[in-house]
């Protein structure tokens, strides 16, 4: 019995070996997928600050055209103007449901009826039946009338 204890320890200690080694490459993994994920984030962060300064020069461009010809007050009034419509125009195209393409619930068959076998590629096993009874709590006695 020495002996069995003996190695019943050699494997737990494996066990947990094994399981320390998989947490540490899990563990670097992900913080290399972070690392360029943050990198990208940063990028995106960038480009929509310049992004936005252009547009501010855009919209100073477009006053100070205007003002060649309109007093500043009616230059920037306009500007704002044709600003604000840019911005709903945008929103419109944005909000879900606008346009051609209308997104489907998950999981949802269209056009038919539910397949006959699980989506797992087990061939022709068809789904199990559906219980009759409501589960029993496996805690609580059983009493029959």
Same mark, same amino acid.
Request: no cysteine.
């Given at each position: ?20 080694? $998989? ?17 990208? /984030? ?7 600050? $310049? $992004?936005?300064?252009?547009?501010? $020069? ?22 704002? /103007?044709?600003? /604000? ?61």
């Amino acid at each position: 019995m020495d002996r069995m204890d003996h190695l019943e320890h050699l494997d737990k200690h494996l066990v947990e070996e094994l399981a320390q080694v $998989a947490r540490e490459t899990v563990r670097d993994e992900l913080r290399e997928q972070t690392r360029k994920q943050r990198r990208t /984030a940063m990028l995106y962060a960038a480009s929509g600050a $310049a $992004a936005l300064y252009a547009g501010g $020069a855009v919209a100073l461009a477009v006053g100070l055209a205007l003002a060649s010809g309109l007093p500043g007050w009616a230059a920037a009034l306009i500007t704002a /103007a044709l600003l /604000a419509v840019v911005a709903y125009v945008l929103r419109g195209v944005a909000r879900p449901g606008h346009g051609g393409h209308t997104p489907h619930a998950p999981h949802r068959v269209i056009g038919g009826s539910a397949p006959g076998a699980p989506p797992g590629g087990l061939g022709g096993m068809p789904y199990p039946p559906a219980p009759t009874q409501p589960p029993t709590d496996p805690d609580t006695p059983h009493h029959r009338a």
